[in-house]
């Protein structure tokens, strides 16, 4: 998104193989992006639209690249986070506020001619499964309560069982969840569509590997 003279496009094209669209308002830019591809051989890998990016359908992305402003960024971030866990997102410069990047690297640009600083930083996230809510326990966790606050790549969970209340924090890599390093209780859960299953962990969580958790219709569990 906002592909200027295509090259994040083509070169993926060229290293990686990928295929990729390119989208850009500017004209100009969208023809010399055409004809760089042609040039490097990999026109029939790679495509760039004149196009609105709010209307632009990225449902086949695996990685979503984006060099635009701040408040676009922000603007955008809604459909970004209602992407399939898992899919990449990467910013030249600018962040998305309050959802923090997994990762920052900052890349020396001697002759960059867009602010002081001649450098630049590249943002990556990694889209996080919606878990936000409550989970109730099938099979064997019957019974179980698992309530999840999330705020994106981060949560905290509360697991109630026969009477017993075990706190969680971590963190959500696609469609996984994990504990953080060092925390007090250890857990791994994998999202299966409307399901949490049990990966490994502490006790409860390796005892029980491979039980279920289903997402409640409501704010509580029926049984």
Same mark, same amino acid.
């Given at each position: 998104?906002?592909?200027?003279?295509?090259?994040?496009?083509?070169?993926?094209?060229?290293?990686?193989?990928?295929?990729?669209?390119?989208?850009?308002?500017?004209?100009?830019? =969208?023809?010399?992006?055409?004809?760089?591809?042609?040039?490097?051989? =990999?026109?029939?890998?790679?495509?760039? @639209?004149?196009?609105?990016?709010?209307?632009?359908?990225?449902?086949?992305? /695996?990685?979503? /690249?984006?060099?635009?402003?701040?408040? *676009?960024?922000?603007?955008?971030?809604?459909?970004?986070?209602?992407?399939?866990?898992?899919?990449?997102?990467?910013?030249?410069?600018?962040?998305?506020?309050?959802?923090?990047?997994?990762? %920052?690297? *900052?890349?020396?640009?001697?002759?960059?001619?867009?602010?002081?600083?001649?450098?630049?930083?590249?943002?990556?996230?990694?889209?996080?499964?919606?878990?936000?809510?409550?989970?109730?326990? %099938?099979?064997?966790? =019957?019974? /179980?309560?698992?309530? *999840?606050?999330?705020?994106?790549?981060?949560? %905290?969970?509360?697991? %109630?069982?026969?009477?017993?209340?075990?706190?969680?924090?971590?963190?959500?890599?696609?469609?996984?969840?994990?504990?953080?390093?060092?925390? @007090?209780?250890?857990?791994?859960?994998?999202?299966?569509?409307?399901?949490?299953?049990?990966?490994?962990?502490?006790?409860?969580?390796?005892?029980?590997?491979?039980?279920?958790?289903?997402?409640?219709?409501?704010?509580?569990?029926?049984?």
């Amino acid at each position: 998104l906002g592909s200027g003279d295509g090259r994040i496009v083509i070169l993926a094209a060229q290293r990686f193989g990928a295929s990729g669209l390119g989208v850009e308002l500017v004209p100009d830019l =969208v023809r010399q992006s055409q004809d760089t591809a042609r040039k490097a051989g =990999v026109a029939e890998r790679v495509e760039f @639209r004149e196009q609105d990016i709010f209307k632009t359908d990225l449902s086949p992305a /695996t990685v979503v /690249t984006m060099y635009l402003l701040p408040e *676009v960024n922000l603007a955008l971030r809604p459909k970004r986070l209602q992407r399939k866990p898992g899919t990449r997102i990467v910013s030249h410069d600018w962040d998305m506020g309050d959802w923090k990047p997994d990762e %920052t690297t *900052v890349v020396p640009v001697p002759d960059k001619k867009v602010g002081l600083e001649k450098s630049s930083k590249v943002h990556l996230w990694t889209v996080p499964a919606n878990v936000h809510g409550l989970w109730c326990g %099938t099979g064997v966790l =019957v019974g /179980t309560q698992f309530a *999840v606050q999330q705020q994106f790549q981060n949560f %905290t969970a509360t697991m %109630t069982r026969a009477g017993r209340v075990r706190d969680y924090e971590g963190r959500i890599d696609g469609d996984q969840l994990h504990s953080l390093p060092g925390a @007090r209780r250890a857990m791994q859960l994998r999202v299966l569509g409307p399901q949490l299953e049990l990966v490994g962990g502490d006790s409860v969580f390796t005892l029980l590997k491979g039980a279920t958790l289903s997402r409640a219709s409501g704010n509580r569990c029926d049984s």
